[in-house]
């Protein structure tokens, strides 16, 4: 009877543990995931639609809230952790990287939808894993006004355009203006001279493709296009002599001292005083013009998708791709007036704007600007070297071969700092900014939160740690995807706050958390909920403390790490990011203006942790610590 009884609770055991065991897989087929940044998304429109034609799927977003999504995105592929439908800024890493990651799409329908020059632009050995969002046209800006004030008129061919450009200089007017102090200026508009003389052909993507890969040189293959690209600086089309800024340039162009504007044209908006145009790139020396293009980002699935037991989560994928792809979708993406999309016959808003260069529309002769982060980007101030003939074009190209053959890939760049032994959570990420905090200021206490809170809500002002390190070498770039700018105006990354905070304050926002008032923003996506109410909490990460909570995440007992109570009659030295501890909440506050968070952490990574309770999953290798 026994053996009988305990046979027959065996077999219930069993069952148990299968049906437990089915509940969580069961569950997890049911959940569809999305990625997404406050830029960057799937329109809460069409989220909302696919929600409702399969009420069995869980629709989950997940919200990425620092300053580097294009980082961010590479790290994810790089680390095999992407959601069921991949939002990404870029298309250009290695094909390694998309084939063991991304569903090619090129059997399914909706490609058909797009013109053949998008489509070919992002084929990749007979493989098409992305469909494209809506583009930016660059070229040249001018004020129709302007234009007919002076009795210009808009040119039809480069010799036209270096003929205008000497007219309007006769005038005393500058011709094109631009960010001409910044070397980045340079790449793209190199970036714009390749996209209509060679990136407009399939070679040009094929060949930029290789080279992305390390299997192709730019020695032996682009030379001609570099020196198609010197030609636009002697012809008088840019002058690299002048050194203004884009605000400086841009407020001249606005009061008609210069004619023309090189930049994306949703950046200029026509009112009753200017009317704008966009002048076309042409081939260089030739009548054939190109748009280049500045896409705004790629939707892609997860190969998982394509196996078996994956068939619903594959007609979900497919069914939001299908919604993207119609005039509809495409223009729920868009942002402001001047965008256009791939979509066969899209009829958008740039009509007026490209009113004197309808037959460049209509032939479709649109071009990516290619710009590869690693090389060309890289070597920007050598651009400016070359045009003003401290180097020669060989050695230009020989640089971009050089820089293409050391690197490792962009996702690893910057001084060696820490080994992650395995991937830290999103709480433990943020507990390592907190202890860099506190390290760095030499506080009792180091505390932040991350920037996006569980419901995917973004504080206000946008503070906070987002992301997570994964397993393996931790390098200082990197810390851009963890961290945000300044919010206080300034260029460069967010500052850190010191001050006192009495304890009575201190159990207030360890036990409550920090809500904000939600921003206004025109951007309607759906982590925005009711503007202007209040988000949900936001937790705060300490480095200094050691906190135990109950269930209802109330404060059990609270200490210093050497022992010492905290009290709510004491008042105890923090370290934070600025403004993530609201500033009224603090005494003695001091903003540090040295260094950065950027700075404070990579600093904090090369120490070690310190003995720091939290024992973070992390270690050095001094070996990769010599290498510096």
Request: with cysteine; net charge negative; hydrophobic share 30%.
């Given at each position: 009877m026994y053996k009988r009884v305990l046979a027959v609770c065996i077999v219930i055991v069993f069952l148990a543990l299968?049906?437990?065991?089915?509940?969580?897989?069961?569950?997890?087929?049911?959940?569809?995931?999305?990625?997404a940044c406050k830029t960057r998304y799937v329109p809460k429109s069409i989220l909302d639609?696919?929600?409702?034609?399969?009420?069995?799927?869980?629709?989950?977003?997940?919200?990425?809230?620092?300053?580097?999504?294009?980082?961010?995105?590479?790290?994810?592929?790089?680390?095999?952790?992407?959601?069921?439908?991949?939002?990404?800024?870029?298309?250009?890493?290695?094909?390694?990287?998309y084939q063991d990651n991304l569903l090619d799409l090129s059997s399914y329908e909706v490609l058909n939808r797009y013109i053949t020059q998008a489509i070919d632009s992002m084929n990749m050995n007979g493989s098409v894993y992305f469909i494209p969002n809506f583009t930016s046209l660059t070229g040249l800006v001018y004020d129709k006004n302007v234009?007919?004030?002076?009795?210009?008129?808009?040119?039809?061919?480069?010799?036209?355009?270096?003929?205008l450009c000497e007219q309007v200089e006769k005038t005393g007017i500058q011709g094109v203006g631009g960010a001409w102090d910044n070397p980045s200026a340079y790449s793209n508009v190199l970036a714009c001279t390749m996209a209509a003389d060679f990136y407009s052909t399939p070679e040009g993507t094929t060949w930029f493709y290789d080279f992305v890969q390390g299997k192709a040189k730019g020695e032996g293959v682009i030379e001609p296009?570099?020196?198609?690209?010197?030609?636009?600086?002697?012809?008088?089309i840019f002058d690299y002599e002048i050194q203004e800024n884009r605000a400086v340039q841009r407020e001249k162009f606005d009061n008609g001292e210069i004619a023309m504007m090189y930049g994306l044209i949703g950046n200029f908006k026509s009112d009753d005083e200017h009317d704008y145009g966009l002048i076309p790139f042409f081939k260089t020396g030739t009548d054939e013009a190109y748009y280049p293009t500045a896409t705004a980002g790629y939707f892609a699935l997860n190969k998982k998708l394509?196996?078996?037991?994956?068939?619903?989560?594959?007609?979900?994928?497919?069914?939001?791709?299908?919604?993207?792809?119609?005039?509809?979708?495409?223009?729920?993406?868009m942002r402001g007036d001047a965008c256009y999309s791939f979509l066969r016959g899209f009829k958008g808003d740039l009509?007026?704007?490209?009113?004197?260069?309808?037959?460049?529309?209509?032939?479709?002769?649109?071009?990516?600007?290619?710009?590869?982060?690693?090389?060309?980007?890289?070597?920007?101030?050598?651009?400016?070297?070359?045009?003003?003939?401290?180097?020669?074009?060989?050695?230009?190209?020989?640089?971009?071969?050089d820089i293409k053959r050391n690197e490792i890939t962009e996702a690893y760049t910057g001084e060696y700092l820490f080994t992650a032994k395995e991937n830290f959570t999103e709480k433990q990420t943020v507990q390592y900014f907190a202890a860099a905090l506190q390290d760095y200021a030499g506080t009792q206490i180091g505390m932040v939160t991350p920037s996006v809170n569980e419901q995917g809500e973004f504080s206000n002002p946008m503070t906070g740690i987002a992301s997570k390190f994964y397993k393996g070498d931790i390098y200082s770039w990197p810390l851009t995807r963890n961290t945000l700018t300044a919010i206080d105006g300034t260029s460069g990354w967010a500052k850190m706050s010191t001050g006192t905070i009495s304890g009575e304050t201190l159990y207030e926002l360890l036990e409550?958390?920090?809500?904000?008032?939600?921003?206004?923003?025109?951007?309607?996506?759906?982590?925005?909920?009711?503007?202007?109410?209040?988000?949900?909490?936001?937790?705060?990460?300490?480095?200094?403390?050691?906190?135990?909570?109950?269930s209802d995440h109330k404060i059990k007992s609270i200490q210093l790490n050497d022992g010492t109570p905290v009290k709510k009659s004491g008042s105890y030295t923090i370290a934070t990011l600025h403004e993530n501890v609201p500033d009224n909440y603090l005494e003695d506050l001091q903003i540090e203006e040295e260094e950065t968070i950027l700075e404070i952490a990579a600093k904090y990574g090369k120490t070690g942790m310190k003995g720091d309770k939290n024992n973070l999953p992390m270690e050095r290798d001094l070996e990769k610590e010599k290498k510096n």
């Open positions: 299968i049906s437990v065991g089915c509940s969580k897989e069961d569950k997890e087929d049911n959940v569809f995931t999305v990625n639609k696919v929600r409702k034609e399969y009420p069995e799927m869980e629709i989950r977003v997940e919200m990425y809230g620092g300053a580097n999504f294009t980082l961010e995105a590479a790290e994810r592929l790089d680390h095999y952790d992407i959601p069921d439908l991949f939002v990404t800024t870029r298309n250009d890493l290695e094909i390694d990287t234009f007919r004030e002076h009795g210009w008129k808009a040119p039809h061919s480069y010799e036209e355009l270096v003929s296009y570099i020196a198609n690209y010197i030609r636009w600086y002697e012809d008088g394509g196996e078996k037991g994956n068939e619903k989560k594959l007609e979900v994928g497919l069914r939001i791709l299908d919604l993207l792809s119609t005039e509809e979708g495409q223009k729920d993406m009509n007026e704007i490209t009113e004197s260069y309808q037959d460049v529309v209509g032939q479709n002769h649109f071009a990516p600007m290619n710009v590869d982060m690693n090389t060309l980007a890289a070597t920007a101030t050598e651009l400016i070297k070359m045009l003003e003939g401290e180097l020669t074009q060989e050695e230009y190209i020989r640089s971009c071969d409550d958390g920090i809500c904000w008032k939600q921003a206004e923003d025109r951007m309607d996506n759906e982590y925005y909920y009711d503007k202007g109410g209040m988000t949900s909490p936001f937790y705060y990460e300490t480095a200094g403390l050691d906190v135990e909570f109950t």
